[in-house]
């Protein structure tokens, strides 16, 4: 799977990350950005800023969601069940914007 930043400039191969951690309001006001970073062997860099933490947590889960589904097969029915079409999960995640 590949992620594709928030800012749309970079993508990001899932299979060398070593970890993506959310980086919480530290000053404890509420109002500095909550983001979200991976984390190689060579580098650390941000996927995405977002204005909660409840919403870095939730883009967070959508990441760990995709990935899950990455690879795996589907099957798509059409309505009155006469056809059935193999279909493939995505293997990309954008980043949100908000």
């Known amino acids: 799977m590949i992620i594709v930043n928030q800012a749309k400039d970079m993508i990001v191969n899932f299979n060398n990350v070593e970890s993506i951690d ?9 109002k500095l950005p909550h983001e979200i970073y991976y984390e ?4 650390r860099e941000k996927l995405g800023t977002y204005s909660t933490e409840e919403r870095a947590k939730e883009v967070f889960n959508e990441i760990i969601k995709a990935y899950e589904k990455a690879g795996n097969l ?3 029915i059409n ?7 193999l279909t493939h999960n995505s293997n990309v995640f954008e980043m949100p914007e908000e």
């Open 79 to 85: 309505e009155d069940e006469t056809e059935v079409k």
């Open 22 to 30: 959310i980086v919480v309001d530290l000053d404890g006001t509420g």
């Open 40 to 43: 190689t062997n060579s580098k």
């Open 74 to 76: 589907a099957f798509e």
